[in-house]
């Protein structure tokens, strides 16, 4: 395990706060800092057989480092601006592969055990305002604080994350600070658009309207699947996505439901298809060959905050993808259920930690399950031959405050059913977590 991210995590923590001091009626820039280390140890696992994109059944360890710089800015009333510097490192478990559900949201970001620098995103935000009333738009990570009308207009263009928008959950959307599970971070069959760190570049229009909110947005798809290089023919490639968001009071304590409707346009492989040529040459089905045309792939899925206390609150997701069509930019999961439990440590004298519990299932289409099942092998999983079961996934973690800047937090998943194969596994996995934001 490298010394560095520590030490460099060490020097972070005694860095001063950096900001303005406008008023919060509008914040004219901002400048945030956040760096994640994440370990992880894996205990062995029973495997009656193991293919070439299996879990290992051995004992392994894993870290992810990433540290980011977020600048922030306006030039004219209603205007933001953003660009996000980002270092990482890392290793994962089992070389990323071997999961459905894998468990450290920060690892795909990493691209080895050496320190590599990159610009993550790079966006402007345009609001227009049409009254009703204002809102307190908070300080945080790429949000500048301030007020704004509760019906409003706002355009995002540039280098982002499609997640940065959609599909937010007050109780589980950040690893860094939350659930570390991808399938409890957010919806695991939301194959959404983004080159292999997470990241994409396109456009999306929100509409505000006091607890209504509408927003759309195209991006940019990889060139290949879960690779690096963008494909910025956005008119022929894309992802695109459209989620209707409503607030509400619920025993007076606020809650959120929002409907997500994906569809990606790319040159995918279908499975059948790879099923097919495999029985014709009597091969094993290779997705690599058949990837020839343009295909769709389309999902929807329902997404639930709600607080029940001052200081608790729960979340509950459901997606269901076709699955027809290979994954392009997320993991091999077609259908995926989670919920989970978050409590603030106020009831304990400790308001800044944090405590959550939630459980995930994950599930493969028919198509999907029938070319693992003939040796088939994915960009994630393959096991040479497959007993299906759901892959289930439980998570706890403790975020306990190590002063106003810092949280270290101790951590425990446990996977039913790797990969969706009942003939390997169960996976236990414990993580330590520091965090620093400021």
Known sequence: MSRFPILVLLMLVSMPVVGNAQSIDREGWNAKFQSTYIWQGKQPIGAQYSGPNSLSPQKERSYSFTATAALGFRLWPGSEFYVNPEGVQGVPLSRLTGLGGFTNGEIARTSGPNLTVYRARLFMRQSWGFGGGTENIELDINQLAGLADKRRLVLTVGNLSVIDIFDDNAFSHDPRTQFMNWSIMTHGAYDFAADARGYSVGAALEYFHDDWAVRAGRFAQPKEPNQLKLDYGIDKHFGDQIEVERGYTLSGQPGKIRVLVFRNYAKMSRFNDALAVGIATATTPDINIVRLSNQVKRGIGINIEQAFSNDAGLFARALWADGKTETYAFTEIDQSISGGVVVRGTRWGRGK??????????????????????????????????????????????????????????????????????????????????????
Not at 357 to 386: M, P, Q, W
């Open 353 to 438: 930690d944090s405590l959550g519990v939630a459980y995930a299932s994950n599930g493969l289409s028919t198509e999907h399950r029938n070319y693992l099942a003939a040796g088939g092998i994915g960009y994630f999983i393959g096991d040479g031959k497959l007993n299906y079961r759901r892959e289930s996934i439980v998570e706890t973690y403790y975020s306990l405050s190590m002063g106003k800047y810092a949280w270290l937090s101790l951590g425990w998943q446990h996977i039913k059913h790797p990969a969706y194969n009942a003939d390997r596994g169960a996976v236990t996995v414990t993580t330590l977590r520091l965090h620093t934001e400021f």
